[in-house]
Structures are given as C-alpha cells and as structure tokens.
C-alpha cells in the first residue's frame, strides 16, 4: 500500500469517525467505531469497516448507517478537498469478532 493510500485512509477514518459522532444518533449506549479503511488503489471506493458495543445493536447500527450514507459523503465531501474523493461503502468488521474469539480460547487454555 501506498504511502498516499494509507494516508487518505487514515484522514477519512478520522473524519468520518466525527462525522458518525456529532451527526448521527444510535439508541443509548451503543458505541460505534470505524475499525479501519480500505481505499481503492485509484481512489474509486473506500470500504469503511464499523464495530458496534454491544453487538446485538449492529443491525441497527447498519440500517441507520445505511439509510444516512448518502448524507454521511455529502459532509465528507465538503470536509475533504481531494479529488478524486472515495465513495464509502460500509462493511461489518469481522476481524475483531474473530479476535475476540480466539482471545476467549487462549484464556480458557491458560485456566486448563
């Protein structure tokens, strides 16, 4: 990856992480992290991977999400002065839950 690549990447997570938490309102206590973003190579798409606590409000949270993305790229748009500018896709994180797992396993073997 690109120098410039991981730098669009991270410029958009930070921006899109204060747009989701002034703009958009979840039910209470639910906490929404953008985990990371995947920019295309050429700047077409960017896929922004979201993590919800607690995790039986992540449908919630991509059904708000998705009714909310063309908004959401409309404020990045007018954040972000670059061309050409990604449009955002939103995906479920799954390497997290992953990792969880296999931390719950690795505590179970240290107790064994």
């Known amino acids: 990856m690109s120098e410039r690549i991981r730098k669009v990447n991270e410029l958009i997570k930070r921006e899109l992480s204060q ?3 002034r703009e ?6 639910v906490l929404v ?3 990371r973003v995947e920019a295309s190579p050429n700047l077409i798409q960017a896929k922004v991977y979201i993590s919800a606590l607690p995790e039986d ?3 919630n949270v991509f059904h708000i999400l998705k009714q909310r993305v063309y908004n959401i790229q409309q404020l990045l748009n007018k954040r972000l002065k670059m061309r ?7 995906m479920e994180e799954k390497e997290t839950k992953q990792a969880g797992r296999i931390e719950e396993i690795l505590e179970k073997i240290k107790k064994q």
């Open 33 to 35: 992290t953008i985990t």
């Open 57 to 59: 409000q992540l449908t």
């Open 84 to 90: 050409p500018m990604p449009k955002i896709e939103i």
């Open 24 to 29: 958009i309102d979840f039910s209470k206590g």
């Open 19 to 21: 747009i989701i938490l």
